[in-house]
């Protein structure tokens, strides 16, 4: 990373957990644990009862409202100032939709899955960012049209934004370094991007508290919470000719 002009990130769910935000199947408790994913989670779902799946949302962009950024993305945002203000990438890619990585001040943010604080329009296409309180209605509708509006996020049975793959496939494919953190490097095409680095000669690293798929194929496999891990590795570079 010293020597790096390219770094490409990847983070996944790990990374939100260290901030308190729980995972898709941990968020469903209570009057939410007679459910299965997959009535609240494809757009046949929505389509047959838009008023639950938007509440089930709208129930999650609370949680992680109520949540705040830890040292991983804190460091994050510090590296990429660093790397950026050093005339070097920084590539910034997650699979959350918590916005975390944004509120800690990185920009831009490759969002593979969408977010949860971006709502779409289903009449009119037109997406607004919803930031505010709990909607009082569901569906919630669009202002413009009164169509109903849906969560930008990704669901099964969905194909992830052609322009966020694109530049995370780039990336990848153009740095020399690449961390993969606090992602279960299970669910294609996101795995694939650490091997697709690999194969064009990046140095590989995985930050992550388990075991994952990947983890014999990188160059380092660093185990333990993000959130400790890189705040250290970033103190490490502070002797680098970039200005840490
Ligand atoms: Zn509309």
């Not at 729980?22 to 408790?29: G, L, Q, V, Y």
């Not at 943010?109 to 709502?119: A, D, K």
């Not at 690999?198 to 992550?208: K, P, V």
């Amino acid at each position: 990373m010293r020597d790096a002009h390219h770094v490409t990130v990847m983070t996944g769910a790990g990374v939100s957990a260290e901030s308190g935000i729980p995972t898709f199947r941990d968020a469903m408790e209570g009057l939410w644990a007679r459910f299965d994913p997959m009535q609240l989670a494809t757009p046949e779902a929505f389509a047959a009862n838009p008023e639950l799946v938007t509440r089930w949302y709208d129930h999650r962009r609370m949680m992680c409202a109520a949540c705040d950024p830890n040292p991983a993305h804190e460091t994050l945002t510090h590296m990429q100032r660093v790397f950026t203000s050093s005339g070097c990438r920084f590539t910034l890619i997650t699979q959350n939709v918590d916005r975390l990585h944004q509120r800690a001040g990185s920009d831009p943010v490759i969002e593979l899955h969408g977010s949860l604080f971006m709502w779409r329009c289903t009449g009119c296409g037109r997406s607004t960012e919803q930031t505010g309180v709990a909607f009082e209605t569901y569906p919630p509708t669009c202002e413009a049209c009164g169509g109903c509006l849906r969560p930008g996020v990704v669901w099964f049975h969905e194909m992830l934004p052609e322009e966020a793959i694109g530049a995370a496939q780039q990336a990848a494919g153009a740095c020399d370094v690449f961390l993969s953190i606090g992602t279960s490097s299970m669910v294609y095409p996101a795995a694939g991007l650490v091997g697709a680095a690999h194969t064009r000669g990046a140095r590989t690293a995985e930050i992550n508290r388990d075991e994952t798929p990947i983890s014999g194929s990188v160059d380092w496999h660093l185990r333990g919470a993000a959130g400790r891990i890189l705040p250290a590795l970033a103190e490490s570079l502070s002797d680098s000719p970039k200005d840490f």
